[in-house]
């Protein structure tokens, strides 16, 4: 931290030894070290605002508030507000803590931080729209957000806006930790804009990132056509749950098994099939 007129030379200096003391871990020296400097300069917000994030991370959510609510008596700084309203935010209280979030960005609209946190607060009670309007935000500001391109392709994808959602997915394609989650949805959107080649490719890159896909690999071998037509039953109909469930939660073998049978019955079964059974690399021509 650099000096201001508001700011002692030794407060500072205290607070810069407590910055090291809380990367190290050692929380009980840090908050001594911040305590010296307040006292020397009471309205040091800073110092209360780091003070609040060392009690939040021992899981002291009452005194972190407490410390926040004093830092906030001083200055109505934003990133105290953005802090408060994470406290909130982790017991659930959405409403509680967007309004700590909304004026956050009224002070300072670019803040990404706060943008994606009310972006989230309005995701978790289902208002998407708004939640939309602030992830948008963040990319704006970071275009490879993760997290917000994640949620903005969820998002689009449950709007039924396959063009947008594979926008979010092109930006994070590199840098996705979730290969599945990815390659998941690059494949129903393929899907669903006709483009059943590059939908069975993605969707096979995440079948097989599941190292137990061998498994029902002797399973689709030994179905025969009318069996399968039988499990698929009303196709249109499965398709909806099936990928209600599996945007919703974790896929199973089941489900994957059922997605490939899906494409089988899509006008060139046999090369989707083909597909789905080849190991990476040893897939036929895509169908013309």
């Known amino acids: 931290m650099k000096a201001s007129t508001a700011i ?20 009980d020296h840090a908050l001594t070290e911040y305590r010296k400097a307040i006292a020397l300069c009471p309205g040091f917000v800073e110092a209360y605002n780091n003070i609040g994030e ?44 967007l309004a700590f979030f909304t004026e956050s960005l ?12 009310a972006g989230m607060a309005h995701f978790n009670m289902a208002a998407y729209e708004k939640a939309e309007q602030f992830f ?18 969820y998002i689009y994808y449950e709007w039924k806006d396959y063009g947008r959602t594979l926008e979010c997915l092109d930006r ?18 393929y899907y669903h804009l006709g483009r059943y080649d590059d939908a069975v490719a993605h969707l096979t890159d ?17 179905l025969t056509y009318e069996n399968k037509r039988k499990e698929m039953g009303d196709i249109d109909a499965k398709i909806r749950e099936m990928e209600e469930r599996m945007m919703r939660d974790a896929p199973t073998l089941s489900e994957y098994t059922r997605l490939s049978m899906l494409y089988i019955f899509q006008g060139e079964y046999k090369k989707a099939e083909d597909l789905l059974l080849a190991a990476k690399g040893t897939r036929g021509q895509y169908p013309q």
Do not use: W
């Open 54 to 97: 060392i009690y939040s991370r021992m899981g002291d959510t009452s005194q972190a508030i407490t410390t926040y609510q004093t830092a906030l008596a001083i200055e109505r700084n934003y990133k105290v507000l953005l802090n408060i309203g994470v406290e909130y935010y982790n017991k659930r209280d959405y409403r509680g803590a």
């Open 206 to 222: 995440a079948l097989e990132a599941c190292p137990q896909y061998a498994r029902f690999k002797g399973y689709l071998k030994k």
């Open 136 to 153: 948008s935000r963040v990319v704006q500001f970071d275009r490879k957000h993760l997290k917000a391109n994640y949620l903005l392709s």
């Open 106 to 117: 009224a002070k300072k609209p670019d803040f990404i931080e706060g943008n994606f946190y």
């Open 8 to 27: 002692s030379t030794e407060a500072i200096s205290l607070y810069n030894n407590a910055l090291v003391f809380s990367n190290r871990g050692e929380y």
């Open 172 to 189: 994070i394609r590199d840098t996705a930790d979730d290969r599945v989650f990815l390659n998941r949805y690059y494949g129903f959107c």
